[in-house]
């Protein structure tokens, strides 16, 4: 009845796939597998309507249930580093940091160059609240 729907659900499942392949953003694989079953319904002769439908709904429920969960332990793009460890430890400064300029601290037995929004003397002891680049972000703990 319909034979170009099942030519048009096999190239959309086709090209949907490539794109996947190309970008690997999670997106378009989605797109891929909700033309299955339209397509599978375009072989049974199922009405137009019903096989748009049937995508549709599927397309969507993929993007929004499962994607999120297939991106949280597919992250690509995120280095961790051992120095994230860094936060939250004492460090001790060694050389002055005010608001304009850049200090130095020892955090163990390793110097890093540090930046706070307040000025911090030499021998005051500071926690490490972040890291910004190769700088860590510290905060005065005695006062």
């Known amino acids: 009845m319909l034979d170009y729907m099942i030519w048009f659900w096999l190239g959309l499942f086709v090209i949907a796939l490539v794109a996947e392949l190309l970008t690997s ?3 378009s694989i989605w797109f891929a597998l909700a033309a299955l079953p ?11 309507i019903v096989q748009i439908v049937i995508f549709i709904v599927i397309a969507f429920a993929l993007l929004l249930f499962t994607r999120p969960v297939v991106k949280k332990y ?21 050389k002055q940091i005010t608001p304009d300029t850049i200090g130095r601290v020892k955090v163990q037995y390793i110097e890093w160059s540090a930046i706070s929004k307040e000025t911090i003397e030499v ?10 680049g190769a700088k860590l972000i510290v905060t005065v703990i005695d006062k």
């Open 25 to 27: 953003d999670m997106i």
């Open 74 to 94: 597919m992250k690509t793009n995120e280095i961790k580093t051992n120095a994230e460890a860094l936060i939250g430890q004492q460090a001790i400064c060694i």
């Open 38 to 48: 339209s397509f599978v319904l375009a072989l049974a002769g199922a009405h137009i």
């Open 123 to 132: 021998g005051q002891h500071v926690r490490i609240l972040d890291i910004e």
